[in-house]
């Protein structure tokens, strides 16, 4: 079926990212112990309140309550669908 080799792809794509390399594209991301932490790309913010988990593969945006994958972060941040 079809959406069984999209999901194929998409964990292929997944296996061979690391989370924090992409979303350090458009985040400036500092380690915090075994997270990295940012500014959101989302909410203009003084203090970072954005973590990515490589051990997850996740991120999460405290200020705005956003969080996901990789796919997820990059549909968000450029305004695009999958």
Do not use: C
Request: aromatic share 10%.
């Amino acid at each position: 079926r079809s959406s069984d080799l999209v999901m194929d792809a998409a964990q292929e794509v997944k296996a061979r990212l690391n989370i924090e390399d992409v979303v350090g594209e458009y985040v400036q991301l500092k380690r915090a112990g075994r997270n990295f932490k940012g500014l959101s790309p989302f909410q203009d913010e003084k203090t970072p309140s954005f973590v990515v988990s490589p051990e997850k593969q996740i991120w999460h945006d405290f200020s705005s309550n956003r969080g996901g994958d990789v796919f997820s972060f990059v549909m968000e941040v450029e305004g695009v669908d999958f």
